[in-house]
């Protein structure tokens, strides 16, 4: 009986295998090899990213960076290339779940903006919904509070929330990581390296994957370039008049702010613009179309999809970590840097493309009772919006080609037999 059920899974697992030439389905994560053929994606298959990448000095650059400020760095964590490579082996390192199957990058993933361009939401281990979007990385050092509901503000202990999280790693308690990582022997000696005689704890592990994080910045854009350093050549007319905009009559800039040294793109507080309201307050009724497998889509209905989905908890933004019924729905004004790799927009994912949020703010957001009064309608024409999208493309960063090389010269955790 063992027998033949080998035999028949056997002859399933051959399929593929066939179909897709040289792919051994027992190694890491998905190949992706063949999707290409039929479907558009941006992920990369785990043969190209094992092409032995170049590394990059991560340091380098990390602090000068036109358009942004020097790099905030704590006291009590000064940065080491030890602690990056260290952190870069651990945000890589799938074994950092519960069952050895998830890792950081695998939400923020490299080529994708370190964020997900192919789902709204995102999705943890063993397929467990997470109600929020999975944001960028990029220039993660330079945001004073993190999360969209702006709840944590150090990137050493922010770690800890995915970590521990049941529906994205899964982990149990704090100890239970701290062991595994003390179990796998290849870890002792870049704790060593990097942290002498401390050991793996709650607080170098925290330390070690801030470290990586933070050194993941990038500006210089055309933008900067022509903002901060006069290239007169590095926009185009399209793109200065959709900065015009941006500044003057679509008032962007009142929340996503542009300093005379440098541009955050963010005040770093938190909104109402409706995006929470909308989702809170009306889910959605009728047909959606479903995506079962690359490129495949059923339509399907909502109703019969609830019952056999999770439930999706509500979302409350601040309020959640306030419990002031006047911070419903208020959210962190994100970065626009680099807005054009990370798609789809806001912390529930419900916006897939830069005309359609420009064309959001162009109505005046989502009316709700406690709307920001700094949303209102613009009346922007249809070129005015196209312009203001042609301004937000020229945001992104002129290394991050170089960063995604660099990401993919870490190994990607191998599972214990
Ligand atoms: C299952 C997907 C998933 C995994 C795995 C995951 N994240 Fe995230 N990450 C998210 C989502 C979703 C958010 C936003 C959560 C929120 O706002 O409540 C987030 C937020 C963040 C932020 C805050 C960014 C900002 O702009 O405020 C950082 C930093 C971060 N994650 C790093 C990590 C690290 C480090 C790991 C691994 C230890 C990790 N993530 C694992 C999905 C994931
Ligand atoms: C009142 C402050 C405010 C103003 C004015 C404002 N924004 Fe935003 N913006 C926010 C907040 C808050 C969010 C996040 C909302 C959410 O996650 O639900 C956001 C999100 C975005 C996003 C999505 C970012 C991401 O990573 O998901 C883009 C793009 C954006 N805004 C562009 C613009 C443009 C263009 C304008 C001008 C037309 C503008 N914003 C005006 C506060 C503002």
Redesign the pocket.
């Known amino acids: 009986m063992i027998c033949s059920t080998r035999i028949l899974i056997g002859l399933i697992l051959s399929y593929p295998v066939a179909s897709y030439g040289q792919q051994d389905l027992h190694r890491a994560g998905d190949f992706k090899e063949g999707y290409d053929q039929s479907y558009q994606t941006n992920s990369l298959s785990l043969d190209y990213r094992a092409l032995n990448k170049k590394k990059f000095n991560l340091i380098e650059g990390s602090s000068d960076q036109l358009g942004l400020p020097s790099l905030p760095i704590p006291e009590g964590n000064p940065l080491t290339l030890n602690k990056v490579d260290l952190g870069k082996k651990l945000f890589f390192d799938r074994r950092l779940s519960l069952n050895n199957t998830f890792s950081c990058a695998m939400c923020h993933i490299p080529e994708q903006g370190f964020?997900s361009n192919e789902l709204r939401t995102s999705v943890g281990i063993e397929g467990r919904t997470v109600r929020r979007?999975a944001?960028?990385i990029y220039n993660v050092a330079h945001m004073k509070n993190l999360f969209?509901d702006a709840r944590e503000d150090s990137l050493e202990w922010q770690v800890w929330s995915p970590l521990l999280a049941k529906n994205e790693m899964g982990n149990p308690s704090f100890a239970s990581v701290v062991n595994k990582i003390k179990s796998i022997k290849s870890y002792d000696s870049l704790f060593e390296d990097a942290f002498g005689g401390q050991g793996v704890s709650v607080v170098t592990i925290g330390k070690a994957l801030a470290s990586y994080q933070r050194v993941l910045v990038s500006a210089d854009s055309d933008f900067d370039r022509w903002h901060y350093a006069n290239h007169k050549g590095s926009m185009n007319k399209e793109e200065k008049l959709g900065f015009k905009?941006?500044i003057g009559k679509?008032?962007?800039?009142?929340?996503?702010s542009i300093g005379n040294q440098y541009a955050l793109f963010?005040?770093n507080?938190?909104?109402?613009?409706g995006?929470?309201y909308l989702s809170s307050m009306s889910p959605g009724r009728g047909d959606i179309s479903v995506q079962v497998s690359p490129g495949i889509y059923i339509q399907a209905s909502r109703r019969v999809i609830n019952t056999v989905s999770e439930k999706v908890e509500s979302d409350l933004?601040l309020y959640e970590i306030t419990e002031n019924p006047d911070h419903r729905?208020?959210?962190?004004?994100?970065?626009?840097r680099n807005?054009a790799l990370?798609?789809?927009?806001?912390?529930?994912?419900?916006?897939s493309s830069?005309t359609e949020?420009?064309q959001f703010?162009?109505r005046g957001?989502i009316s709700n009772p406690l709307i920001?009064?700094?949303?209102q309608p613009?009346n922007?024409n249809t070129t005015e919006v196209e312009l203001?999208?042609n301004?937000?493309n020229s945001l992104t960063g002129n290394n991050v080609n170089n960063l995604v090389e660099d990401a993919f010269n870490a190994p990607v955790g191998e599972v214990i037999h």
């Open positions: 964020s979007n944001p960028t969209h905009l941006f679509a008032k962007c800039v009142n929340c996503h963010t005040d507080k938190l909104h109402n613009t995006i929470g933004g729905w208020q959210y962190r004004t994100p970065s626009l807005i990370t798609s789809p927009y806001m912390h529930n994912g419900s916006i830069l949020v420009v703010y162009n957001g920001s009064p700094l949303i613009l922007l203001l999208v301004f937000l």
